[in-house]
Structures are given as structure tokens and as C-alpha cells.
């Protein structure tokens, strides 16, 4: 359980409880008003305690390998939030809450159970990556072809058959769809790097390529919070 003293500490801006086989948390981590970045992954949560929804200047929030198959609606008073990561849960939709973030620049959903993302999504017009590797997505989620802010999409390890064309993005840097049972690349525009079979290869793919590549981006997915960039 989480000692309660912590809760005292009233000017703290960071607070990392990984990996600690939580299932709750206090009340009284209400107090905790100054709080910009909390980190609860790898833990036991079932649900997402209501008491971090009161921490409204809350800027990064990390959820990952939990066992989290919703998010309460409550989350909409985190109007702060730039950073959510909730991979590796049980979700099998994207939350239509997440859609109300609306200073949210990078979500990641992998490792869900998710086959689509809601319309609703596209009101995330501060959203420039989105990674959505190892879930259920058997076409590609065509809400995201109306987000043309969007520098990195992250496709990889689903059952995407046809990939349609993302040149019209005049945002996109990078991105992945490796590991798709595809029958045809994405087309891009000049200068976006793609990852994934025939990435390098045309007009008719015979090998895989591209495979392997250093993201250099600032926002890279990485196992621990400790690496992952804080709030500008």
C-alpha cells in the first residue's frame, strides 16, 4: 500500500509508484495538488482510483501493465494532461473519455485488445503520436486519416490487410506497420520514413526491409518511466 506520509508532501511535482503490486490508493493522495507526472504502471489495478482524476495539473500520467479493461469518466477533469500510456491492459475499445483530453500530444494504446478508435478521436487536434502496435486492428483505423497533425502513427503487430494512402498528411514523420499481414506499404509523402515490409521497395515488394530502424524522435515508447521525456 501506498504510506500515507507521502501524501504530506504537498509540493511534490513527481510521484513514480511502478511495479509496486498496488490495487488502490489512498484518499488523501488528493492532497497532492502540484502533482505533474504519476507513474502506475505495472502494478494491479482493476480500475482506475477516482482519486487521481483530482489531480488536475496532472501533465503525464503512465497506466501500462495494469489490468484495466475501462477508464471512468471522471478523467475528463484532467485538462492538463499531454502524456497518457495505458498499453498493455485489457481494453478492447479505446475510451470515448480519452477523446476530451484535449491538450493530449502522445497516447499509448498497445498491447490491448482494441479492433477500432472512436470518430471522436480527431477532436485531439494537439495529438502528434499515437501508438497502437500489438492490439486487434484488422483495417486501418480511418479516423486517423483525418488527423493531419499527426507525425507518428504506430500500426505494428495487428491484422491489417490494406493499408490506404497517407500522403495527404502533411504532418507525418514516421510511420511503423511491420508485422501485418499486408498486401501493399502506405503510400507517404517525401521525407516521412516508413518501418515495415517493402518500406524501401518499389513498385513490386519481394522481400521484407526496413525492419529495423533508430526512432529518433523525442517521444520513443521505452519499458521505464525513468527514460520517458517530462513535460515541456
Not at 471512468?72 to 498493455?88: A, G
Not at 502528434?128 to 479516423?143: A, C, H, K
Not at 493499408?163 to 502506405?186: E, Q, T, W
Request: overall charge neutral; aromatic content about 6%.
Amino acid at each position: 500500500r501506498l504510506p500515507l506520509h507521502i501524501c504530506t508532501f504537498r509540493e511534490l511535482v513527481k510521484l513514480y509508484l511502478s511495479d509496486n503490486n498496488l490495487n488502490h490508493l489512498p484518499p488523501e493522495l488528493e492532497q497532492l495538488q502540484n502533482l505533474q507526472i504519476l507513474a502506475l504502471d505495472f502494478n494491479n489495478f482493476k480500475a482506475l482510483p477516482l482519486v487521481v482524476c483530482t489531480l488536475k495539473q496532472l501533465c503525464i500520467l503512465y497506466l501500462g501493465n495494469n489490468k484495466l479493461c475501462s477508464l471512468p469518466l471522471e478523467l475528463r477533469l484532467l485538462q492538463n494532461l499531454k502524456t497518457l500510456w495505458i498499453e498493455s491492459n485489457c481494453l478492447q475499445c479505446l475510451p470515448e473519455v480519452v477523446c476530451e483530453l484535449s491538450l493530449l500530444k502522445t497516447l499509448h494504446a498497445g498491447s490491448n485488445a482494441l479492433r477500432s478508435l472512436p470518430t471522436q478521436l480527431r477532436r485531439l487536434q494537439e495529438l502528434r503520436t499515437i501508438w497502437l502496435s500489438g492490439n486487434l486492428l484488422s483495417e486501418f483505423p480511418t479516423v486517423l486519416l483525418d488527423m493531419p497533425f499527426l507525425e507518428v502513427i504506430d500500426v505494428d503487430r495487428n491484422s491489417i490487410r490494406f493499408f490506404p494512402s497517407l500522403a495527404h498528411l502533411p504532418g507525418l514523420k514516421l510511420v511503423i506497420y511491420d508485422h501485418n499481414p499486408c498486401r501493399n506499404a502506405p503510400k507517404v509523402a517525401k521525407g516521412v520514413r516508413r518501418v515495415g515490409r517493402w518500406s524501401e521497395e518499389t513498385p513490386e515488394p519481394r522481400k521484407r526491409s526496413g525492419a529495423v530502424i533508430e526512432i529518433s524522435l523525442d517521444e520513443k515508447p521505452s519499458p521505464t518511466p525513468a527514460a520517458n521525456p517530462e513535460p515541456e
